[in-house]
C-alpha cells in the first residue's frame, strides 16, 4: 500500500512527475500552493483585485473558481463569476452547464452575472457558425473572447481568469510552433495585461497538469458539467494533446519543463521581434481592433445580428 509522503496515511493520488504520493489532505494543501506560487510568479494578483473568473461549466473553469474563491482572502481579492449562456442546443449542453454554473455561484455566494448570448445579441453559437459556414468552435471562440471582456468592464473586474492548464499551454506552444503562427506565440503569456478597453487576462493554473484538477474536483465533490461540447471534435488542437500525453507518460515532467522553458527563454525572444500590434478603436463598438472593425462587429453584420 503506497502512503502518503507527508503523514504516512494511505496515499489517494500520485503525481509521476514529482514521484510523490499524497493522501487527500495533503494534496489539496499541495495543489492550491502552487496555484498560489503560480499566481505570485507572474504576478497576476495584486492586494485588492476584482478576479473575474470566466466558467463555461466544465472541469477545469470550475476548478479554477473554487481554487481562487478558497485562495481569496489568504491571498487579499475578490472573486466573481462570469458565464455566456452560448445556446448550443445539442446534447443540451449549454442548458447542463448553465445549472452546474449557477449551483456553484450559489454555492460559493459569489457575485456573477450570466449572460444568454440569444437574449442579448439575438443569436446562438450554432447559428452563427451555421450562417457564417465556420467551424463551431473558430465562432464560440471569438465570441467569448469579445463578449467576457465586455462583461468584466461591465462588472469592474481588473483581472479576468480562464481555467487553462499545464496541458493546454503547451498544446497552445506545440501546435503554433508546427504553423509557424510566432506572432500569436508571441502572446502566448501567463498574464496579458490590462490595454485600452482590454481587462488584463490571468491563467492560474497554468502550471497545474490536468491530471491534478481532476484528482481536486473529485477530492472536493465540485459538480461540474461532465458532458463535452458535441463540437468539440472539430479541434485539430486535440491530436497533439494526445501526443504530448504519450511523451509526458514516457518522460513524467517533460511537459512543466518545455512550458518553464518557453515562457523563461522563448517568450522574451518572441516579444522582441514581433512586440504588441498597434490597435485603434473598432468604429462600431469603440472595441480595440488592429482594423476599421473589430471580429465580433464583422460577425455581427455578416449574419446581420444587432447589437
Same mark, same amino acid.
Request: hydrophobic fraction near 40%.
Given at each position: 500500500?503506497?502512503?502518503?509522503?507527508?503523514?504516512?496515511?494511505?496515499?489517494?493520488?500520485?503525481?509521476?512527475?514529482?514521484?510523490l504520493?499524497?493522501?487527500?489532505? *495533503?494534496f489539496?494543501?499541495?495543489?492550491?500552493?502552487?496555484?498560489?506560487?503560480?499566481?505570485?510568479?507572474y /504576478?497576476?494578483?495584486?492586494?485588492?483585485?476584482?478576479?473575474?473568473?470566466?466558467?463555461?461549466?466544465?472541469? =477545469?473553469?470550475?476548478?479554477?473558481l473554487?481554487?481562487?474563491?478558497?485562495? /481569496?482572502?489568504?491571498?487579499?481579492?475578490?472573486?466573481?463569476?462570469?458565464?455566456?449562456? %452560448?445556446?448550443?442546443?445539442?446534447?443540451?449542453?449549454?442548458?447542463?452547464?448553465?445549472?452546474?454554473?449557477?449551483?456553484?455561484?450559489?454555492e %460559493?455566494?459569489?457575485?456573477?452575472?450570466?449572460?444568454?448570448?440569444?437574449?442579448?445579441?439575438? &443569436?446562438?453559437?450554432?447559428?452563427?457558425?451555421?450562417?457564417? $459556414?465556420?467551424?463551431?468552435?473558430?465562432?464560440? #471562440?471569438?465570441?467569448?473572447?469579445?463578449?467576457?471582456?465586455?462583461?468584466?468592464?461591465?462588472? #469592474?473586474?481588473?483581472?479576468?481568469?480562464?481555467?487553462? *492548464?499545464?496541458? =493546454?499551454?503547451?498544446?497552445?506552444?506545440v501546435?503554433?510552433?508546427?504553423?509557424?503562427?510566432?506572432?500569436?506565440?508571441?502572446?502566448?503569456?501567463?498574464?496579458?495585461?490590462?490595454?485600452?478597453?482590454?481587462?488584463?487576462?490571468?491563467?492560474?493554473?497554468?502550471?497545474?497538469?490536468? *491530471? =491534478?484538477?481532476?484528482?481536486?474536483?473529485?477530492?472536493?465533490?465540485?459538480?461540474?458539467?461532465?458532458?463535452?461540447?458535441?463540437?468539440?471534435a472539430?479541434?485539430?488542437?486535440?491530436?497533439?494533446?494526445?501526443?504530448?500525453?504519450?511523451?509526458?507518460?514516457?518522460?513524467? #515532467?517533460?511537459?512543466?519543463?518545455?512550458?518553464?522553458? &518557453?515562457?523563461?527563454?522563448?517568450?522574451?525572444? %518572441?516579444?522582441?521581434?514581433?512586440?504588441?500590434?498597434?490597435? $485603434?478603436?473598432?468604429?462600431?463598438?469603440?472595441?480595440?481592433?488592429?482594423?476599421?472593425?473589430?471580429?465580433?462587429?464583422?460577425?455581427?453584420?455578416?449574419?446581420g445580428?444587432?447589437?
Amino acid at each position: 500500500m503506497a502512503t502518503c509522503r507527508v503523514c504516512g496515511k494511505e496515499a489517494a493520488v500520485r503525481l509521476r512527475y514529482a514521484n510523490l504520493w499524497l493522501c487527500r489532505e *495533503h494534496f489539496l494543501e499541495f495543489f492550491e500552493r502552487r496555484v498560489e506560487r503560480t499566481l505570485r510568479r507572474y /504576478g497576476m494578483v495584486r492586494e485588492g483585485d476584482r478576479i473575474g473568473v470566466a466558467v463555461s461549466g466544465g472541469k =477545469d473553469s470550475m476548478v479554477a473558481l473554487y481554487v481562487l474563491s478558497r485562495l /481569496g482572502e489568504r491571498v487579499g481579492f475578490e472573486v466573481c463569476g462570469l458565464h455566456i449562456d %452560448l445556446g448550443i442546443s445539442a446534447e443540451n449542453y449549454s442548458r447542463v452547464c448553465l445549472q452546474r454554473v449557477v449551483e456553484a455561484f450559489r454555492e %460559493l455566494g459569489l457575485v456573477y452575472r450570466v449572460l444568454s448570448l440569444k437574449k442579448e445579441y439575438g &443569436f446562438t453559437v450554432e447559428e452563427a457558425a451555421k450562417r457564417v $459556414r465556420r467551424p463551431q468552435c473558430a465562432v464560440c #471562440g471569438l465570441v467569448r473572447r469579445y463578449v467576457l471582456n465586455k462583461m468584466a468592464l461591465e462588472m #469592474g473586474v481588473t483581472k479576468l481568469a480562464t481555467g487553462h *492548464h499545464l496541458n =493546454d499551454f503547451a498544446v497552445f506552444i506545440v501546435n503554433n510552433v508546427v504553423h509557424a503562427n510566432y506572432a500569436y506565440l508571441a502572446r502566448l503569456k501567463p498574464m496579458l495585461l490590462a490595454r485600452a478597453g482590454l481587462v488584463a487576462r490571468i491563467r492560474p493554473l497554468l502550471e497545474t497538469p490536468e *491530471h =491534478d484538477i481532476a484528482a481536486y474536483a473529485r477530492f472536493l465533490g465540485i459538480r461540474y458539467a461532465d458532458i463535452r461540447c458535441p463540437y468539440g471534435a472539430e479541434e485539430p488542437t486535440k491530436v497533439v494533446g494526445r501526443f504530448l500525453e504519450i511523451v509526458e507518460k514516457r518522460s513524467p #515532467g517533460i511537459t512543466m519543463m518545455m512550458v518553464r522553458g &518557453f515562457i523563461a527563454r522563448c517568450l522574451p525572444i %518572441l516579444e522582441s521581434r514581433f512586440g504588441e500590434e498597434e490597435v $485603434r478603436a473598432c468604429k462600431e463598438c469603440g472595441y480595440p481592433t488592429t482594423g476599421d472593425l473589430c471580429a465580433f462587429c464583422r460577425l455581427l453584420r455578416r449574419i446581420g445580428a444587432r447589437r
